[in-house]
């Protein structure tokens, strides 16, 4: 397992960006962000390959939000732009496996193996 700690959540309005950061300790072959709403379960909202090469959206965030990662340095990124209420919540970092249906890069929890602390983001109307 890797250590991952998460920072850059925050509270803002509704149209808003913030930008999420994780550091890792070691490799993974895949990372991913999840967010959990109080009283909600946790849903994914972004993974990425390791080297960039491929990506998922949640459709929920596809069009708002950007993944991203800086390889030599371990660090994963959420770039989130026109934020909505319905975003707000506990954003956590995650490192794993790469999990890939009809060529494409999805995102399952339970490939998942290593978990931040988590960073809160409030999005306020």
């Known amino acids: 397992q890797v250590q991952l700690v998460e920072s850059g959540g925050g509270s803002v309005q509704a149209g808003e960006s913030l930008r999420l950061s994780c550091v890792a300790s070691?490799?993974?072959?895949?990372m991913g962000w999840f967010r959990q709403a109080p009283g909600k379960g946790r849903e994914g909202v972004a993974s990425i390959s390791t080297g960039g090469a491929k990506s998922y959206y949640a459709d929920s965030v596809t069009g708002r939000f950007t993944i991203s990662q800086d390889s030599a340095k371990n660090s994963l990124f959420l770039h989130m732009n026109s934020l909505k209420p319905e975003d707000t919540g506990m954003y956590y970092c995650a490192a794993g496996l790469c999990r890939w249906q009809s060529g494409k890069l999805i995102l399952e929890e339970s490939d998942y193996n290593s978990w931040g602390q988590g960073t809160q983001v409030t999005v306020s109307s």
């Open positions: 070691g490799y993974s072959q895949c």
